[in-house]
């Protein structure tokens, strides 16, 4: 089995990548008071060395103050933080790899006292943080245009400090999601209801930053079923339901999706053996990224570089992108064990790959 389905560049009129592999986006909180300083770019910098086609960051909060949960989450809005992020595109565009900053607001998952405003409560489209537990009043319609204005103002300064493209975090139970899913979108407003009202939050996000970037800068929206609050959630039970929640998503000005499952090769909807990523790629018509434990460790390496002992997963993989099932892969844990296992891979040279461990959360290496 070759790797060449991962090495083939991507190319489309806003986005060019040497290849398609991407870096997912994974929280280090290792920014002190929200500002990215010299041991981030240095993260940054190696996996650009690395040769991941495009880094997509930790999700770094927008300008409202319930965005974070935590002041050691990068944010995306002082001058200080933007400094530093401008510092972390010229360390990764200087070692020949692209960036997109994942612009968060962490929603029902911020609990009264945490994070670095501990005098405002966590605010929801329901007022509900989990089904059952009160913990803040329902977002006002003043709030919710004040949130859609930060990530406006976030996509400008993803521009403006010369990103290759941005990703909007819509997924995983965030305060995006959080309209979604109608676990906790109990509103009776214009922005709850039905999947396609639900879905009214986010197409006000895009259309602001489309606003502040124009046309031309690439647009990527992540989304899940899976929550944080509920591993079983789900947005759309069938093709269609689907449909109903991205369409008006798209047709706001998205140019990718990426579309978080936590197993790549779990069928999304029975009768077929599409993954979520297919799906959408095959609903929209628009390029698709897939993700999910895509764990490059040594037994997969042995498999698809022509060994015998192993999963089947990895070559599974790469035939379902070599027949476009979707576009762009994501690879998260292994990359933090691993900066450079694509090259590492390309060699042959698996005896050196590291296994993911927790315990590698406590360095930013
Ligand atoms: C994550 N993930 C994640 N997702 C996201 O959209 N924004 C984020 O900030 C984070 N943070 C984060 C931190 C850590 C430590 C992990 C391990 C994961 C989810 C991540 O992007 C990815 O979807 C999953 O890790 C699955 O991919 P892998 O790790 O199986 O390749």
Same mark, same amino acid.
């Given at each position: 089995?070759?790797?060449?389905?991962?090495?083939?560049?991507?190319?489309?009129?806003?986005?060019?990548?040497?290849?398609?592999?991407?870096?997912?986006?994974?929280?280090?909180?290792?920014?002190?008071?929200?500002?990215?300083?010299?041991?981030?770019?240095?993260?940054?910098?190696?996996?650009?060395?690395?040769?991941?086609?495009?880094?997509?960051?930790?999700?770094?909060?927008?300008?409202?103050?319930?965005?974070?949960?935590?002041?050691?989450?990068?944010?995306?809005?002082?001058?200080?933080?933007?400094?530093?992020?401008?510092?972390?595109?010229?360390?990764?565009?200087?070692?020949?790899?692209?960036?997109?900053?994942?612009?968060?607001?962490?929603?029902?998952?911020?609990?009264?006292?945490?994070?670095?405003?501990?005098?405002?409560?966590?605010?929801?489209?329901?007022?509900?943080?989990?089904?059952?537990?009160?913990?803040?009043?329902?977002?006002?319609?003043?709030?919710?245009?004040?949130?859609?204005?930060?990530?406006?103002?976030?996509?400008?300064?993803?521009?403006?400090?010369?990103?290759?493209?941005?990703?909007?975090?819509?997924?995983?139970?965030?305060?995006?999601?959080?309209?979604?899913?109608?676990?906790?979108?109990?509103?009776?407003?214009?922005?709850?209801?039905?999947?396609?009202?639900?879905?009214?939050?986010?197409?006000?996000?895009?259309?602001?930053?489309?606003?502040?970037?124009?046309?031309?800068?690439?647009?990527?929206?992540?989304?899940?079923?899976?929550?944080?609050?509920?591993?079983?959630?789900?947005?759309?039970?069938?093709?269609?339901?689907?449909?109903?929640?991205?369409?008006?998503?798209?047709?706001?000005?998205?140019? *990718?999706?990426?579309?978080?499952?936590?197993?790549?090769?779990?069928?999304?909807?029975?009768?077929?053996?599409?993954?979520?990523?297919?799906?959408?790629?095959?609903?929209?018509?628009?390029?698709?990224?897939?993700?999910?434990?895509?764990?490059?460790?040594?037994?997969?390496?042995?498999?698809?570089?022509?060994?015998?002992?192993?999963?089947?997963?990895?070559?599974?993989?790469?035939?379902?992108?070599?027949?476009?099932?979707?576009?762009?892969?994501?690879?998260?844990?292994?990359? *933090?064990?691993?900066?450079?296992?694509?090259?590492?891979?390309?060699?042959?040279?698996?005896?050196?790959?590291?296994?993911?461990?927790?315990?590698?959360?406590?360095?930013?290496?």
């Amino acid at each position: 089995m070759s790797i060449d389905a991962l090495l083939r560049p991507f190319t489309t009129p806003k986005l060019s990548l040497k290849n398609r592999l991407l870096m997912a986006p994974m929280t280090r909180q290792f920014s002190p008071d929200g500002v990215p300083g010299a041991n981030v770019v240095d993260y940054y910098r190696r996996r650009a060395e690395g040769d991941v086609g495009l880094i997509i960051t930790e999700g770094t909060t927008v300008g409202h103050k319930a965005s974070s949960f935590d002041s050691s989450i990068p944010n995306f809005y002082t001058d200080e933080a933007l400094a530093g992020w401008a510092d972390v595109v010229k360390a990764v565009h200087a070692a020949g790899g692209k960036i997109a900053p994942q612009l968060w607001h962490v929603g029902c998952a911020r609990k009264p006292g945490s994070g670095p405003f501990p005098d405002y409560p966590s605010a929801t489209p329901s007022g509900y943080a989990l089904p059952g537990k009160k913990v803040g009043e329902p977002l006002t319609t003043t709030e919710i245009d004040e949130i859609v204005k930060a990530f406006g103002e976030a996509g400008r300064n993803a521009k403006m400090l010369g990103f290759d493209a941005l990703e909007i975090h819509g997924a995983h139970g965030y305060m995006i999601d959080d309209f979604l899913w109608e676990g906790l979108n109990t509103r009776d407003d214009k922005y709850g209801g039905s999947r396609a009202k639900r879905s009214q939050f986010a197409v006000e996000i895009v259309q602001a930053i489309r606003e502040h970037v124009g046309e031309d800068f690439p647009i990527i929206f992540r989304f899940s079923q899976w929550k944080q609050q509920n591993y079983d959630a789900r947005l759309a039970t069938t093709p269609d339901e689907l449909m109903e929640v991205l369409a008006p998503i798209s047709d706001a000005g998205v140019d *990718i999706f990426h579309c978080s499952q936590r197993r790549f090769w779990e069928p999304e909807f029975d009768g077929s053996e599409l993954n979520l990523a297919g799906w959408t790629r095959k609903l929209l018509n628009k390029p698709t990224i897939t993700v999910g434990s895509v764990s490059l460790n040594e037994e997969f390496i042995t498999t698809f570089m022509g060994g015998e002992a192993g999963s089947a997963d990895i070559g599974e993989l790469l035939q379902r992108l070599e027949a476009d099932e979707f576009d762009l892969v994501a690879v998260g844990r292994a990359l *933090i064990a691993n900066p450079d296992w694509l090259k590492q891979v390309q060699q042959g040279d698996v005896s050196a790959l590291k296994t993911y461990d927790k315990s590698l959360l406590a360095a930013l290496a």
